[in-house]
């Protein structure tokens, strides 16, 4: 790995640069465009695809495939793609094969899995809702009105498998449905050594339960999901992060299933005063931009903090064995942004909206009542991102891209179908009838009003 001894990454000090403009330029850098894709993709999508087709074009040609061809473009896209020549036995993880992992699995990990699920548990059943019914009684006139709560029948799970391994997001989306009551859960999981044969992830699959696992992976398993193939069962709602080209299948797909977000490149931001240790900043930063991309701004109003974060980044970026991508994604996508005060720091996150807010100074509810979008929030000096990543409890799947500023992360809830249930006797109806066909003739739409005084009138 190359060493080096500087960091170019970009600095922007409002109490004298154009402040501005710099920022809207680190603002679209961030927002999400579908376009964040690397080189080496780009060839490919040529070598496969006989043109220099634009991510999205790539996006609508696998899910129309599928759509219209099945199981049989499914397997296809998954030998062009994966390079793995699947068939409709191998495609699907056996019993045999789940069962055989968790019994090789590391004792360990099996404990630990089963820690971070009791977390999952505890935090997300504390935000179920509750039924409620309100009654109105007034002689014999009766209308009762309640909130039905019931959880989706078939959720789609989308694991990650390309650089790495990730049994968290299984933990951080199929236990907050399992939670909610949703019974059927299927994973699809591209088909490399970190995904569909990857041990780790096939033993946590077992532990939770989870016996429908396919290893297929893109655009293609979004389509599957969606519409259903041979083998594959159609679902309500899909769940899990992906790269771009999942991003933009299950943009795709969205209608005719439910989808949790359309996530983007990973992201923090670091809110730091003089009270913040430089050291555990960068490794913050460092934690999100390793994903490659991903994003890592720090903004303080503390000038010295500039430069020992730049100093912690170059030497932390030296040690770390993915430190030649991280600082790739820190040039691209990183800023030390140096704020007036603290209320202009704040107005410069809300701006950028993060997933990740991590509040490092010497009374973070302070800052913390200032703010008001982020996916999720990291309170204090020894909060870093990776305890929401793998264990405290909320989910880990967030808003990106600014859309922090009108979307949620994952979490039980979103794993709910609720409905609406009205119940009038005559007496009732009878009370209601003016406003109603009153509005409803106000409207013109006088089938309406008549759907009511029909129920009205004397024998």
């Not at 903090?305 to 820190?330: K, Y």
């Not at 603290?342 to 909206?353: G, V």
Request: hydrophobic share 40%.
């Amino acid at each position: 790995m190359t060493q080096y001894s500087d960091l170019d990454i970009t600095t922007i000090d409002c109490t004298r640069d154009n402040a501005t403009a710099l920022f809207s330029e680190l603002r679209e850098k961030l927002s999400p465009r579908g376009n964040v894709v690397s080189e080496a993709g780009r060839q490919r999508t040529i070598e496969l695809f006989g043109a220099p087709l634009s991510p999205q074009e790539v996006v609508e040609k696998i899910c129309n495939d599928v759509r219209n061809k099945g199981r049989e473009a499914l397997l296809d896209y998954s030998a062009k793609l994966d390079r793995k020549q699947l068939t409709p036995d191998t495609m699907r993880v056996s019993a045999e094969e789940l069962k055989a992992a968790h019994e090789q699995a590391d004792p360990e990990y099996l404990a630990t899995l089963r820690r971070i699920r009791e977390n999952i548990i505890e935090f997300q059943s504390a935000l179920l809702p509750e039924d409620i019914k309100v009654l109105r009684e007034a002689g014999e006139s009766r209308v009762e009105l309640r909130q039905r709560y019931l959880p989706l029948k078939r959720v789609g799970v989308c694991i990650p498998g390309g650089a790495a391994a990730y049994p968290s997001t299984l933990l951080m989306t199929a236990i907050p449905a399992q939670t909610a009551g949703v019974k059927e859960i299927v994973v699809v999981v591209p088909p490399t050594d970190f995904g569909g044969y990857n041990t780790d992830i096939l033993a946590a699959c077992y532990e939770l339960g989870i016996t429908e696992i396919y290893r297929v992976g893109g655009a293609q398993a979004v389509a599957a999901l969606a519409y259903g193939v041979e083998g594959i069962e159609r679902v309500d709602k899909i769940v899990g992060p992906g790269n771009l080209f999942v991003a933009l299948a299950k943009r795709h797909v969205f209608g005719e299933v439910d989808i949790d977000s359309i996530a983007g490149p990973s992201e923090v931001i670091v809110l730091a005063d003089e009270t913040a240790n430089a050291e555990f900043i960068a490794s913050d930063l460092i934690s999100q931009a390793e994903h490659s991309p991903g994003s890592g701004v720090l903004i303080t109003w503390h000038a010295p903090l500039i430069e020992a974060v730049r100093t912690a980044l170059v030497n932390q970026l030296n040690e770390l064995p993915r430190g030649d991508l991280a600082r790739q994604s820190l040039l691209d996508y990183g800023a030390l942004i140096l704020a007036h005060d603290e209320d202009e720091a704040a107005r410069y996150t809300d701006l950028l909206a993060p997933e990740h807010l991590h509040i490092s100074t010497a009374d973070p509810d302070q800052q913390l009542a200032k703010i008001q979008n982020a996916g999720a929030i990291f309170m204090g000096h020894y909060t870093p991102v990776a305890t929401g990543d793998y264990y405290a409890g909320p989910s880990h799947v967030l808003p990106t891209g600014g859309t922090a500023r009108f979307a949620n992360g994952l979490c039980s809830i979103d794993f709910l179908k609720r409905s609406s249930v009205i119940y009038y006797n005559q007496a009732g109806l009878q009370a209601d009838a003016p406003g109603i066909t009153l509005l409803a003739e106000k409207e013109g739409l006088t089938a309406h009003a008549a759907s009511v005084t029909i129920r009205l009138q004397e024998d």
